[in-house]
Structures are given as structure tokens and as C-alpha cells.
């Protein structure tokens, strides 16, 4: 188990751990020593041997009092991804045997929200069985952004026809709109600009407050300088606006802030002073 939020267990599903991209290129109007910034800031995120920004890729699985609520699916197995190499054609245990690890099954999960549909939060979705893409959750109600879907339904890409429409055709999406409600304890909020549709996740249980940041945030590094731009954003000047006020409230409210592709362990603090932020791991 990663933490404990009031009676809320979080635990970490890990996909995949390692270089990812050119830090000058993900963060275009960072300076030219965005890596060596980031790595002051977030010791370890940068590969020595590469230069490389690594990133985590994994989901997060909440196990309220009441239902078991799967927070992105990742990359997955026998995905079309030929940009990149790691993540194309994977055939690898790791994100199941996380899942066993918790505890369960694929047949467990209640819930499965993508806080967007991108490669890196959808693959685990579907899996490959006698040719055919089927739910990999066959008991799970799939929770989409409906501004993402309906952005994705208008082309042909890999992406719609192996991780999202076999489960739209199977009768298991639901398209919402934030804020929602997943649970007494899980809420939805929207954080547009990575993607139109782009929502963050709440758990509120008593006292204690939570955030998974989803791709609102990429690195902790950009607690420190959330005007970074990164290269996926669809609208950059509103992800800033996101990202400056997830900040704001976040240290206002004290929430534990669980990023999506922070670096291990992903957890920890927002501290402010006057208008500047950092990332306080814990």
C-alpha cells in the first residue's frame, strides 16, 4: 500500500519506470538547463546516462469502504505504439502483478476512471484475447471524460480502436463531465488544458484531503515553475492556469499530493511562500 487517506487505502500500480524524453524538448519554454533545475529540484529524474526525464508510469487503485476505483490503466500489453519503442508491443507482468499484490483481481474493480485519454492512461483498459480487444476489468463501469472522447471519436487512431471503443461496445463507459462522483469519498474535478476533458481526483474523508494530480502536473519540478509548458498539452496557458491553482488550493487545503508521473515515490506536501511553490516529498 502506497498511503492511507481517512479510510481510503491507495495503492500503487507500477506499468513502467524509466527514460522517457529529452527534458528541453517535453518543456519548451523552460531554459536551456531545465535538466539540471529539474534534478536540483527532484533528485533522480534525470537517467546519467541518457539525459532523460524519467518518468513513472502507473495507475493508482483506491479501495474505498465501498468499491474498488482503478485511477488509469497506463500503457497495457500488445498496444500500437510505434513513437515509442518501450511502450510499443509490450508484453510485460508488471501492472498485473501489482494488482495480485493488492489483493485482486481484474474481476474486483468497480470502477476504472481515465483522468484522460491518452496512451499512457488507457492501455490497460482492453487486452488482446483470440485476436479481439475485450475489458480487461469485466466487472468495471469505465469512467471517461466525455470532451476527450468525443475528441477521440472523430479519428481512427490506434489508440480509440484498441483501448476505447471495445469497451464502449461492450456496454461499460459512462462519459461524464466534472465535477462528479465516484464514491462518498472520491470526487472529480476538471483540470483542462493537458486535455479538454482532463480531470484530477479528490478523496476527501474526514480530515484528511488527497490529490492525483493525473497529467496536470508531469514532473514535481513544476510545483516550482508551473509556467513550464510540456509538449502534450493541447491549450499550454490553461494548463498553467490549472496547475497554478491546483497549487494554491493544494497548500491552502495541506492535501497530500499524489502525482501521476512524479518521481518515486510520488507523494508529498505543497509548501508555499508569497507566490512561489515547491514540491515536498515525502
Not at 9 to 30: C, I, K, S, T
Not at 57 to 69: A, E, Y
Not at 79 to 98: C, E, I, L, N
Amino acid at each position: 500500500m502506497l498511503t492511507k487517506i481517512g479510510h481510503v487505502e491507495v495503492w500503487r500500480l507500477l506499468d513502467l519506470h524509466g527514460p522517457f524524453m529529452d527534458p528541453n524538448q517535453l518543456f519548451p519554454n523552460a531554459p536551456a538547463d531545465v535538466a539540471e533545475i529539474i534534478e536540483d529540484l527532484a533528485a533522480g529524474s534525470i537517467c546519467a546516462q541518457t539525459g532523460l526525464l524519467i518518468l513513472p508510469v502507473q495507475g493508482f487503485l483506491l479501495k474505498t469502504p465501498k468499491r474498488t476505483i482503478l485511477v488509469d490503466s497506463c500503457v497495457g500489453n500488445h498496444k500500437t505504439v510505434p513513437a515509442y519503442p518501450d511502450w510499443h508491443q509490450r508484453d510485460d507482468s508488471r501492472f498485473m502483478a501489482s494488482l495480485t499484490a493488492a489483493g485482486l483481481a481484474p474481476a474486483d474493480v468497480d470502477v476504472l476512471l481515465c483522468t484522460h485519454l491518452h496512451t499512457d492512461h488507457v492501455g490497460w483498459n482492453t487486452k488482446l484475447e483470440d485476436g479481439r480487444w475485450v475489458p480487461t476489468f469485466p466487472n468495471a463501469r469505465y469512467v471517461l471524460p466525455h470532451a476527450d472522447e468525443a475528441h477521440h471519436r472523430q479519428s481512427e487512431t490506434d489508440l480509440y480502436q484498441e483501448s476505447v471503443l471495445p469497451v464502449i461496445a461492450n456496454g461499460q463507459a459512462e462519459m461524464i463531465e466534472a465535477p462528479a462522483q465516484l464514491s462518498d469519498e472520491v470526487h472529480l474535478i476538471l483540470t483542462p488544458g493537458h486535455t479538454p476533458g482532463h480531470v484530477s481526483v479528490l478523496i476527501d474523508d474526514g480530515d484528511a484531503r488527497a490529490l492525483i494530480t493525473g497529467d496536470a502536473l508531469h514532473s514535481s519540478a513544476q510545483c516550482s515553475h508551473p509556467d513550464w509548458h510540456f509538449k502534450f498539452d493541447a491549450a499550454p496557458e490553461e494548463a498553467v492556469a490549472t496547475r497554478r491553482e491546483l497549487l494554491e488550493k493544494s497548500a491552502e487545503e495541506r492535501r497530500l499530493v499524489i502525482g501521476s508521473h512524479f518521481a518515486l515515490p510520488s507523494l508529498g506536501h505543497v509548501d508555499r511562500k508569497e507566490d512561489a511553490f515547491r514540491f515536498l516529498p515525502l
